[in-house]
C-alpha cells in the first residue's frame, strides 16, 4: 500500500469499471422505470433494484482502491443517519403496511451507501472533481440521448404515448402536453433541468473542446424548459440562471438587469405569463391550484395521524384509511415533498432527515470559503436549493428513491460533503 496526502492508493488485479459508469449504469435503469408508456411492464418497472443489488455486490468484491478523508461532515452525517436508520426500524413496525415500510427503507439506505462507496471509497482511484465531471458528462449524454428519443417519438413518429393529457378543473379544459417517453410532464420538465445542471457542471472544465458543443446542448435544453408546459421545470430554470449569475460568476449586475427584464415582462406581458403558468389554476378557493385538494387531504391526515407518522410509503393508504377518499378513488401520492415526509416520516422523523440534509448543504458551503473548490461547491448549492424550493414543492423527489431526481439529489449532496471534507482535512 502506497500512502499519498491523506489518500490510501491500492493495486488490484480484478476487473476495474469506471465509477461514473457504474452510476450512469443505474441512472439509465432508474429511467427506464419511468419509461413505461403507461403500461405496467414489470420487467422494466422493477429490473432497477436487482441492479442495484449486482452494483452494490460488485464494488464491496472489488474492494477500495481509495480512502479518502472523513471530515467533521462527515462523521456528523453518518450519526444522523444512524440515528434516522433506528428511527426507520421504529417507523416501520408501526406503520400502516410494515412491509412496504421496510422495503422502501432498505431501498433508499442501498442507494445512499451506493453513492458513499462510489464517493468515499471506490474500487480505483479518481479525484473528486474527476468523478464528479466524468459522472456528469455520462449522464448528460444519457439524458440527452432520452431527451432526443423522446422528440422523435413523440413529434415524428406520432406515439400517442408520448404525450399527457392533462384535464384542467377549473376551466373544464382537456389538452395534450408533451411527456415525452415518461407520458408525464412533470418527469420530463425535470429531467430537462438535471439535464441542465449536469451540462454547467461540465462546462466549468476550461476546456475550449468540451464548451462550445455543451454550451449549444444547454442552450437548447433551457429553450426546452421553456418550451415544456410545466411549470416547476421553468421555475428553475430562471432561478438556477439568477444564481448562477450571483454566486459562480459573481456577475451582479447581469443578474440585477436580468431580474428588472423579468419583472418588466410580467408587467408589460401579464396575459402571457398567466397563460404560461396556467394561473388560473389558483383562483378562488384553489390557493394550491390543481394540487389544492391534494394538500388539503395531507393537512388533515397531518392534523389526524400520530406523532411518529403513518410509515414511510404509507401516504397512499393514509389517504383511504383517513377517509379522505373513497375506497375507489386513484390512491395518488400527495404531490409534495414536505407534507409527504411529514406524513410518512413524523414529526421527529421530518426534522432529523431534513436538519440533516440543511447541515450537509451548510457544513459544504462554509468549508469551501476561500479555496479553490467554492466556485463548483456553490454550483451544487445552487442546483439543489432550487430543486428543494420549486420541485420538491410540487412533487415526491429527495425523500422517495423511486422518484425521477433521487440520484441526482443524493449524488450531488454527497459530493458536495466529500469536497466540503477533502477541503477541511486540508485547511487542518
Known amino acids: 500500500m502506497v500512502r499519498t496526502e491523506n489518500i490510501a492508493v491500492v493495486s488490484s488485479s480484478k476487473l476495474n469499471i469506471d465509477p461514473a459508469w457504474l ?3 443505474y441512472q439509465f435503469f432508474n429511467l427506464m422505470a419511468f419509461s413505461i408508456h403507461g403500461r405496467d411492464v414489470a420487467a422494466i418497472r422493477f429490473a432497477r433494484e436487482p441492479v ?48 412496504d415500510s421496510f422495503q422502501y427503507y ?65 376551466t373544464g379544459d382537456l389538452k395534450y402536453e408533451f411527456g415525452g417517453i415518461f407520458s408525464s410532464t412533470n418527469a420530463f ?10 451540462g454547467l457542471i461540465v ?30 421545470s421553468l421555475l428553475c430554470l430562471i432561478a438556477v440562471l439568477l444564481l448562477v449569475l450571483v454566486f459562480y460568476f ?27 403558468l396556467r394561473l388560473n389554476q389558483f383562483e378562488g378557493a384553489r ?49 409534495n415533498t414536505y407534507l409527504a415526509m411529514l406524513i410518512e416520516f413524523g414529526y421527529f422523523g421530518i426534522l432529523v432527515f431534513l436538519g440533516g440534509i440543511l447541515l450537509i448543504l451548510g457544513k459544504g458551503i462554509w468549508n469551501v470559503q476561500l479555496t479553490d473548490n467554492k466556485p463548483i ?19 415526491d423527489s429527495y425523500n422517495s428513491p423511486g422518484s425521477a431526481t433521487f440520484n441526482f439529489f443524493w449524488f450531488l449532496l454527497l459530493m458536495l460533503l466529500a469536497i466540503s471534507d477533502e477541503q477541511e482535512e486540508s485547511l487542518s
Request: glycine residues 6%.
Open 106 to 170: 432498505t431501498w433508499f439506505f442501498a442507494v445512499i451507501l451506493f453513492f458513499w462507496k462510489i464517493i468515499w471509497s471506490p474500487p480505483n482511484y479518481i479525484s473528486l472533481k474527476d468523478l464528479l465531471f466524468e459522472t456528469s458528462k455520462k449522464l448528460f449524454a444519457l439524458h440527452l440521448a432520452v431527451i432526443v428519443f423522446s422528440y422523435v417519438g413523440g413529434y415524428l413518429l406520432g406515439q400517442e404515448e408520448y404525450f399527457d393529457l392533462r384535464y384542467n378543473e377549473l
Open 287 to 335: 390557493k394550491f391550484g390543481n394540487r389544492t385538494e391534494l394538500i388539503e387531504q395531507g393537512i388533515t391526515i397531518a392534523d389526524e395521524m400520530s406523532f411518529f407518522g403513518v410509515g414511510y410509503y404509507n401516504q397512499r393508504k393514509a389517504r383511504k384509511i383517513f377517509g379522505v377518499i373513497d375506497a375507489d378513488d386513484n390512491d395518488l401520492n400527495l404531490h
Open 189 to 198: 420538465g425535470i429531467l430537462l433541468y438535471q439535464t441542465l445542471c449536469l
Open 250 to 276: 459573481k456577475n451582479y449586475l447581469t443578474a440585477i438587469g436580468a431580474t428588472v427584464g423579468l419583472i418588466g415582462f410580467i408587467l408589460i406581458a401579464p396575459d402571457f405569463l398567466q397563460d404560461k
Open 203 to 232: 462546462l466549468t472544465r476550461k476546456n475550449l473542446r468540451f464548451k462550445i458543443g455543451y454550451l449549444a446542448s444547454t442552450t437548447i435544453i433551457a429553450f426546452l424548459i421553456y418550451q415544456v408546459n410545466n411549470r416547476s
Open 377 to 395: 461547491a456553490m454550483l451544487i448549492f445552487c442546483f439543489l436549493i432550487v430543486m428543494m424550493l420549486f420541485h420538491s414543492s410540487v412533487e
Open 23 to 25: 452510476i450512469a449504469i
Open 52 to 99: 442495484l443489488i449486482l452494483l452494490l455486490i460488485y464494488l464491496f468484491w472489488q474492494g477500495s482502491a481509495v480512502n479518502r478523508p472523513t471530515g467533521s461532515g462527515l462523521k456528523v452525517s453518518i450519526l444522523l443517519f444512524f440515528l434516522f436508520g433506528l428511527y426507520a426500524v421504529f417507523n416501520s413496525i408501526f406503520s400502516l403496511s410494515p412491509f
